[in-house]
């Protein structure tokens, strides 16, 4: 008996012949933007910054209240400082600054008077030529003071610093100088020697060199200018008496209507400075 093959037909597909797989559809996709590529220094970045980041830890508390703490009390010292100027003196002492303010008033007032008359008798031309020289040779007289060339006389204070230990240093009387001159003093002599703008003071072998001349103790500071304030000046809390005091060594202040300072100041030849010419015309 020959078998007789299965019909086929279009509705059958043939056995011997392979089907594809059945694909899904494909949807159309959105085009994508390019990417920078990261580079090494990047990533670097990334790493510094996750570093620095800040992070809550008991230490960083700690150190944020000891920074607060600390700005309150500098705050509440400033303050206090502030309040504190002339409200921890006794009342004589503020007397005592208040006449010394006073006075120093009535001697400025007298002083702007006097120029101001000076200046209205140059401007009205009678006895011009008089006073021009009368103003000239006070200029002059008031050179010869502020130079140390010519002597002084007038009021003024006599201080005395005795120091058998040889306690007392350069710095002790400059300081005693600085408080003369912010008092007013416009003519100073410390034992044999004149002070002037340009002298300083040092330590040699256990006494005091001023502008190159060794002075012993006892210390004597003439000075002429209003002799209620620079008194006043050595005794303030904390000032040259005091120090002088800490130091052991003692000091006396002497008010006199009539201070001689006798010693003079040579004048030498600048190195360095020299006069600016006048602008030609």
Do not use: C
């Not at 006494?207 to 209620?228: K, L, N, W």
Request: hydrophobic content about 35%.
């Amino acid at each position: 008996m020959s078998s007789t093959p299965p019909p086929t037909g279009p509705d059958r597909p043939s056995p011997s012949t392979p089907q594809a797989p059945a694909q899904a559809p494909t949807s159309p996709q959105a085009p994508t933007s390019p990417q920078a590529p990261s580079t090494p220094q990047d990533g670097a970045w990334h790493r510094l910054l996750r570093m620095a980041r800040p992070r809550a830890t008991r230490a960083n508390a700690f150190a944020a209240l000891l920074a607060i703490g600390l700005g309150f009390a500098i705050a509440t010292q400033v303050q206090q400082t502030n309040q504190n100027g002339l409200e921890q003196l006794r009342e004589d002492e503020l007397v005592r600054i208040l006449d010394d303010v006073s006075s120093e008033q009535d001697r400025l007032s007298a002083d702007v008077r006097t120029l101001e008359l000076r200046r209205d008798r140059l401007l009205s031309g009678a006895d011009g030529s008089e006073e021009a020289l009368k103003s000239a040779q006070e200029r002059v007289d008031t050179l010869g003071i502020l130079t140390g060339t010519a002597p002084a006389t007038g009021p003024g204070v006599v201080i005395t610093i005795s120091d058998p230990d040889h306690k007392v240093t350069a710095a002790r009387l400059l300081d005693a100088l600085q408080e003369l001159r912010d008092a007013g003093a416009e003519a100073v002599q410390i034992n044999d020697v004149r002070v002037v703008a340009d002298t300083w003071f040092t330590d040699s072998d256990g006494a005091v060199e001023v502008s190159g001349h060794q002075i012993q103790p006892p210390y004597t500071i003439r000075a002429i200018g209003d002799s209620a304030t620079m008194a006043s000046a050595m005794d303030i809390p904390g000032g040259v008496t005091e120090s002088v005091r800490r130091d052991g060594a003692t000091s006396t202040v002497r008010q006199a209507d009539t201070v001689e300072v006798t010693a003079l100041h040579s004048l030498t030849e600048p190195r360095y400075a020299r006069p600016v010419p006048a602008p030609s015309k």
